[in-house]
């Protein structure tokens, strides 16, 4: 590759559409962001996308943001994690008191790494290799919540137990903390199934030639943050 090339990569723009919060900005806001943008490329980092439905709010957002990505003119690469393995941040204060009450009992996802999605969308951003090209990103395995609980008390050595959430008790708490329609899109996304992110897919060992981190690993490199 010449000098050139390298430069003109390293100059590829990337947009998180995780960056802004679907709860705080507009379509206007990402459509100025992406047009502003130069380069000869692009990374978008969306989840629900695929879905297509415009209906739900959080899906909105991601397509929205990847229709603009896409009318933009630049190459780009569409990177789609599952759920975060750090969403069991979240969890911190029950974690510490021996009791996760969380919703969805029986609905598992393919957690995945930050750190995984964040090697992926770098590779796709040095190669063009990777235009054009729709990456979901996911772990290893399909974990349910007291999957990752009972995975948690293990790495802390300690036991930690599991309750599942009533929805309407999950509902209250989420509508305290986000605008109805998005805690809407989580119901249908998990309640309603409209989501799928149990399905494990190979993009981190296809595009940067390693497996994706398990959960027990991250949980044992974040140990320090649960105690």
Same mark, same amino acid.
């Given at each position: %590759?010449?000098?050139?090339?390298?430069? &003109?990569?390293?100059?590829?723009?990337?947009?998180?559409?995780?960056?802004?919060?679907?709860?705080?900005?507009?379509?206007?806001?990402?459509?100025?962001?992406?047009?502003?943008?130069? @380069?000869?490329?692009?990374?978008?980092? @969306?989840?629900?996308?695929?879905? @297509? &439905?415009?209906?739900?709010?959080?899906?909105?957002?991601?397509?929205?943001?990847?229709?603009?990505?896409?009318?933009?003119?630049?190459?780009?690469? /569409?990177?789609?994690?599952? /759920?975060?393995?750090?969403?069991?941040?979240?969890?911190?204060? %029950?974690?510490?008191?021996?009791?996760?009450? =969380?919703?969805?009992?029986?609905?598992?996802?393919?957690?995945?790494?930050?750190?995984?999605?964040?090697?992926?969308?770098?590779?796709?951003?040095?190669?063009? &290799?990777?235009?054009?090209?729709?990456?979901?990103?996911?772990?290893?395995?399909?974990?349910?919540?007291?999957?990752?609980?009972?995975?948690?008390?293990?790495?802390?050595?300690?036991?930690?137990?599991?309750? =599942?959430?009533? &929805?309407?008790?999950?509902?209250?708490? %989420?509508?305290?903390? %986000?605008?109805?329609?998005?805690? *809407?899109?989580?119901?249908?996304?998990?309640?309603?199934?409209?989501? *799928?992110?149990?399905?494990?897919?190979?993009?981190?060992?296809?595009?940067?030639?390693?497996?994706?981190?398990?959960?027990? *690993?991250? =949980?044992? =490199?974040?140990?320090?943050?649960?105690?």
């Amino acid at each position: %590759m010449s000098r050139k090339e390298n430069s &003109d990569l390293a100059e590829r723009p990337f947009l998180a559409a995780l960056s802004e919060s679907p709860f705080e900005g507009g379509s206007d806001a990402r459509g100025s962001n992406i047009a502003g943008t130069a @380069g000869s490329g692009a990374c978008v980092s @969306g989840g629900s996308a695929e879905t @297509g &439905d415009r209906t739900n709010a959080v899906a909105r957002y991601m397509i929205d943001t990847e229709d603009a990505l896409r009318a933009s003119g630049l190459a780009w690469t /569409m990177v789609r994690p599952r /759920m975060f393995m750090t969403n069991a941040f979240q969890w911190l204060p %029950m974690i510490r008191a021996g009791v996760v009450r =969380a919703p969805w009992p029986d609905v598992p996802a393919a957690v995945v790494d930050p750190a995984d999605i964040a090697a992926v969308a770098a590779k796709a951003l040095v190669s063009t &290799d990777h235009e054009g090209r729709v990456y979901p990103v996911t772990g290893p395995e399909g974990l349910r919540p007291g999957d990752r609980v009972r995975v948690l008390g293990e790495v802390l050595g300690r036991e930690i137990r599991y309750e =599942a959430q009533p &929805d309407d008790e999950a509902r209250a708490e %989420m509508l305290a903390q %986000m605008p109805e329609q998005y805690v *809407d899109a989580f119901f249908s996304f998990y309640s309603g199934g409209k989501l *799928d992110e149990a399905t494990v897919f190979p993009s981190v060992e296809e595009v940067t030639g390693r497996p994706p981190r398990t959960f027990a *690993d991250w =949980a044992r =490199a974040n140990a320090a943050r649960f105690r």
